[in-house]
T-cell receptor, first 113, second 112 residues
Framework: NAGVTQTPKFRVLKTGQSMTLLCAQD?????MYWYRQDPGMGLRLIHYSVGEGTTAKGEVPDGYNVSRLKKQNFLLGLESAAPSQTSVYFCASTYPRANSPLHFGNGTRLTVT | EDKVVQSPLSLVVHEGDTVTLNCSYE??????LLWYKQEKKAPTFLFML????IEKKSGRLSSILDKKELFSILNITATQTGDSAVYLC????????????FGTGTRLTIIP
């Protein structure tokens, strides 16, 4: 009964380093999302996917890449981390139905120094 | 571009008071509006609203949607300290606009 699982939970990077955040869901959801949350900014959509093999840009996509090679996994990549990418990252998933809410993972706290 | 505006940004009330949180929105091909409560970690789901004028209720919390005026309210009656949190409103579209757009949230603080 895992739901949406994000790894890692915490990470500290130096400027210019790269990393990948993994989101895995076991609910057979079609739609998956990556958000970042900064103080006073609410949740801002980075990228999202409406199905395996498809991705789309959200509100703040610059500096990030994503892949959805398997339906249950949605990866968020930072190729060259910058201090402006210090944030809490949330993954979420849902069914493409009008009465289906979004299920969130517990977040990844990323610090870029 | 889809837009969600929540008001007030923050609210401090005493335990037992009733509060109303507001959410106005603009979205292409509206599908639903959702309310979430966020304390320390991930947002937790409260309500999903798809039809105008139908109140959703869960204990002391209730919410209603007005699709003509493009807004929703979240009411909390007889507030308790456990209601202290950030309340987030979000909208999602259809037909190629499946992204979920959030407002910046209302920070509610309940004073004992």
């Amino acid at each position: 009964n895992a739901g949406v699982t994000q790894t890692p939970k915490f990470r500290v990077l130096k400027t210019g380093q790269s990393m990948t955040l993994l989101c895995a869901q076991d609910m057979n959801h079609e739609y998956m999302y990556w958000y970042r949350q900064d103080p006073g900014m609410g949740l801002r959509l980075i990228h999202y996917s409406v199905g395996e093999g498809t991705t789309a840009k959200g509100e703040v996509p610059d500096g990030y890449n994503v892949s959805r090679l398997k339906k249950q996994n949605f990866l968020l990549g930072l190729e060259s981390a910058a201090p402006s990418q210090t944030s809490v990252y949330f993954c979420a998933s849902t069914y493409p139905r009008a009465n289906s809410p979004l299920h969130f993972g517990n977040g990844t706290r990323l610090t870029v120094t | 571009e889809d837009k969600v505006v929540q008001s007030p940004l923050s609210l401090v009330v005493h335990e037992g008071d009733t509060v109303t949180l507001n959410c106005s929105y603009e979205v292409t091909n509206f599908r639903s509006l959702l309310w979430y409560k966020q304390e320390k970690k991930a947002p937790t789901f409260l309500f999903m609203l798809t039809s105008s004028g139908i109140e959703k209720k869960s204990g002391r919390l209730s919410s209603i949607l007005d699709k003509k005026e493009l807004f929703s309210i979240l009411n909390i009656t007889a507030t308790q300290t456990g209601d202290s949190a950030v309340y987030l409103c979000a909208v999602v579209g259809n037909f190629g606009n499946e992204k979920l757009t959030f407002g910046t949230g209302t920070r509610l603080t309940i004073i004992p």
